[in-house]
């Protein structure tokens, strides 16, 4: 199994696993050392975007986190290239926010489970993600 993070998902994982839902960092961890686990690029630019905007506070400088968070071993940073953005603009999704879409369509192009808790993804059929484990 695949899994792509959306980017609260990514921060959680890598600076405050407390956050994530019981049992959730452990499967994560496990698609890690399998290299299973992705993310796209684009998250990039949101962490830094919302850094910037002050809401998202690191102990770090933003810009140090994510050097270091691309850096994570076993998980790979996923480029946004021209069909994945394509299909993005394509998407019957009820969600408005580009990042949003951008990940939904890197998620479906490589067949991996959207882990996020955002409902409104969480309600586009055509998306498998994760969330809850219970």
Known sequence: MRYLLDTHAWVFFLSNPAQL???LEGL???ARRQEALFVSAISAWEV????????LAF??????WLEEALRVPGIQVLSLDAYTAAEADALALPHPDPADRFIAATALRIGAVLVTRDEK????SALPTLWNLA
Do not use: I, T, W
């Open 59 to 64: 102990r770090l400088e933003a810009r140090r």
């Open 121 to 124: 993804l969480q309600g586009f």
């Open 28 to 30: 994560l961890e496990e």
């Open 21 to 23: 839902p019981p049992g």
């Open 48 to 55: 830094s975007v919302l850094a910037r905007k002050k809401r």
